[in-house]
């Protein structure tokens, strides 16, 4: 099947299969992939495809980049592309230029809240701030008296504690204390932190629907070569059914996330509906990655539990990805209150709105 | 190559929902003139034949047909609108919703052209019901063992045996059923049956209702003795009925009907809870709303792929197996969640009563229209294991 008739996605694609093959990556113990993959995605402009021309990055349509995510997501990238792009797409509403290099967003979570001062530092504690060690620059959403203002911040201003999500990706924690941005802007209309985290919300639950589709891919590649009791694994029924129940959340996944990709590139504005979508992905697609990494991870037996095996390059970042811009349970919450406000009568319509 | 499934983010087109504003008007007429009670899905609904000629008459039955056979021509997404909108207000539809997603297709690509004029434009005004005879005592799932017998006679088949778990014969004027017309051959098992259309209400059938845990009758043991079938009531090819019953199923596995059986549980919860829930019941109905609207943006891709010619038969076992086993557990995560309802809630005793029945009709939903195992075998095979 093709994947795409997409240039930026088949450009990614070719990216990716030449300098993020997971095995090699993952028997890379110096980790000296990391820099010429870096370095051909900013040839590319991939990092800012959601950057126009006029503020320094590629122009690339809201769709475009979400299926790049997607593709980002079926390689388990381990470079902060998702995070470049969200951190330029939020500079972007304010019409702050990108810096080259990469980038990440804060607040990553949707408890933390950056304070902008009456001098204009900003000051505050981001948690769970993925790739911040690795970022040159950040891009934050904060508030002040005068409302949301978003912020360009050189990373050598913050201090940054290195943490380590359950994928062993960079999830860290920012201070900023009385930082003074490079450049802050009063946010448009409509661009606040429910937003922020609903777009990051997207993005995380299309790599994770990316990586759930690998986890497919070589289970059921592994089913029909692995032997046992002088079978191929994949004729018994019960691994036969397992993997069954991996693709149908593998296509949930897949099926939630772009969903809520193609309402955010087409809608005028973060509406209810577009809420509905987004929140829906991420709940759906943290659902998916918990109860669908298991079954890709039963059906390797003990060879997917090891280091050695790639395996854990997805299931592990995938369980990551789900505490990012806010977990199931926090847009469970978030969902739940909103269609409780709406009234019983109104769920239907809701659901039923496109 | 992947392994992964698609489903495109289809959107329904805006002349859906000028018909969904249609359909919804049309239902609040109904509820207002007494016809159903929306909140109550227990009812015994036998018995609605006025309401199907009512729906008949508004041009929603048969849909996509061709206008020759008093069908609409519309699209399939025209015809999801319309399933979704009758099945969320707990609609009376049992008495034309077999007719109208299966049997008239099935009558349109195999029947005589005759037999399509006669039956087809009367399906449309909704003045018959059928019914699908497909398991027998025995069998069930296992398509391929059916054992009651077609004989050839003269200018027709003698039929002899029993269908059993058909919905609706009681009711039903037509049953459009597999009969073996030859037995299994060594290469192939699955030769040898034949799909007949038959006339109900007539000697030499018997339809005995069987009673199901809810309460209900709505299945049926279906007795044939050397009951006479003419020629011209074969459908399609003669041993061939493997190919026919496997490339219907994707209508039949993919629908809106396929997640919606139980869904009246959540709104009530929604409403027992109030505007203002707390912490846990808002996390458990934003869960079960985001699975739901995944399904429903999966089936609603599935009917976009049969509107664009293809036969999603695996997209649509997916879709039916997620759908059904999410609809059986629904019944138990709102009671779960329910026990925390205020006791002043005003809908409280409506969501006990509905509760009792979901609960009661939750174990049927992953057997009927195909086994989940069934499902998941098609799938695997989608997936290239078998």
Redesign the interface.
Known sequence: ?A?SDNIVVETAEKIFADLADPQTINNDKKNSWQAPLWQALSEAGLPLAWVPDDLGGSGASLADGFALLNAAG?FAVAVPLAETMLAGWLLAQAKIASPEGEMTVLPASPKDRITVNADGALSGRARGVPFAKAAKHFAVLAHGKDGVSIALVDAAKVRTESGLNVGYDHSDTVTLDKVQPVTIKAAPKGADQTTLMLMGGVARSLQIAGA??SM??IS?RY??ERVAFEKKI??F?A???N???L??E???A???A??A???IANAKSFDDEVY??A???K??CA?AAEKGGAIAHQVHGAIGFTIEHILHRYSLRALAWRDDFGS??H???????L???R???E??PL??S? | MTAALRFDPIRLPEKCEQLRKEVRAFLAEEIAAGTFDPHKPNREDTDAPEFSRRVGAKGWLGMTWPKKYGGQERSFLERYVVTEEMRVANAPTRRFFVADRQSGPVLIKYAPEHIKMDILPRICRGEICFAIGMSEPNSGSDLFAAKTRATKTDGGYLINGTKIWTSSAHIADYMIAIFRTSPPTKENRRHGLTQFLVKMKQPGIKVNPIGQITGQYEFNEVVFTDFFVPEDHVLGEVDGAWKQATSELAYERSGPERFLETYYVLTELVRAVGSNPDTRSAEGIGRLVAQLHTMRRMSVSVAGMLQAGKEPVVEASIVKDIGTVWEQQLPHRVRDLAAFVEETATNRETLERQLDFAIKTAPKLTIQGGTTEVLRGIIARGLGLR
Request: proline share 0%; hydrophobic share 50%; net charge negative.
């Open positions: 099947m994947e079926r759930l589709e497919l891919d059921v089913s029909n994949s004729k029924q691994v036969q059914h993997l069954a129940r693709a149908g593998s296509a949930a897949l099926a939630a772009t969903s990709a193609d309402a509905l979508e929140a829906s992905a709940i759906r659902e199931e349970s847009w469970a919450v978030e969902l739940g209150k269609v409780a406000s009234g019983a009568d769920l239907w659901v039923a496109r």
